[in-house]
T-cell receptor, first 114, second 114 residues
């Protein structure tokens, strides 16, 4: 398996623009997580899905952020409108979801909002 | 919610020496404690994990200890090598009961010097 695949790897956008980050989890994994990593706040969980259903979105910073998982092989994280403080590395991770199982991380998307 | 504290934030050791990173957690219901290694430009990768029914686990040069009473766990790396240089994160999870979501520590930048 190619692992968790995220796209794009890098994104530079202007403030106010819409940004969409994409993730393809490992085939057969039932849980999907979106994390944000910054120097100030470290790794923060934004939202996670079990069997394509959002379970906990309490980490989503505000209404400008939204996430979807239309099927088991694809998820998106959208920021609209984007702001400079959204600049960070966004990671997607997936796991089997049954009990305590390893979370596999993608390579991340480095987002810069200017 | 869970709060995970990690120390030290930076650690510099000579090649061949041992390195120890310590974490504490707050949620007594947490029962899964993984450690991740993150190299520059990459996503975190699991290196070892421990569950609450054991006190110690070892995998070659890496070992993890868990003290549930005191709510702390530690990573031990022996005979360090330059390729061990990276950022290490501890994490805690309630497992299936908490949706498998991980709460991460703030990370330790380990530098192994020749």
């Amino acid at each position: 398996d190619a692992g968790v695949i995220q796209s794009p790897r890098h994104e530079v956008t202007e403030m106010g623009q819409e940004v969409t980050l994409r993730c393809k989890p490992i085939s057969g994994h039932n849980s999907l997580f979106w994390y944000r990593q910054t120097m100030m706040r470290g790794l923060e969980l934004l939202i996670y899905f079990n069997n394509n259903v959002p379970i906990d979105d309490s980490g989503m910073p505000e209404d400008r952020f939204s996430a979807k998982m239309p099927n088991a092989s694809f998820s998106t994280l959208k920021i609209q409108p984007s702001e400079p403080r959204d600049s960070a590395v966004y990671f997607c991770a997936s796991s089997l979801g049954a009990g305590n199982t390893e979370a596999f991380f993608g390579q991340g998307t480095r987002l810069t909002v200017v | 919610g869970e709060n995970v504290e990690q120390h030290p934030s930076t650690l510099s050791v000579q090649e061949g020496d041992s390195a120890v990173i310590k974490c504490t957690y707050s949620d007594s219901a947490s029962n899964y404690f993984p450690w991740y290694k993150q190299e520059l430009g990459k996503g975190p990768q699991l290196i070892i994990d421990i569950r609450s029914n054991v006190g110690e686990k070892k995998d070659q040069r890496i070992a993890v200890t868990l003290n549930k009473t005191a709510k702390h766990f530690s990573l031990h790396i022996t005979e360090t090598q330059p390729e061990d240089s990276a950022v290490y994160f501890c994490a805690a999870s309630r497992g299936a009961g908490g949706g498998n979501k991980l709460t991460f520590g703030t990370g330790t930048q380990l530098k192994v010097e020749l």
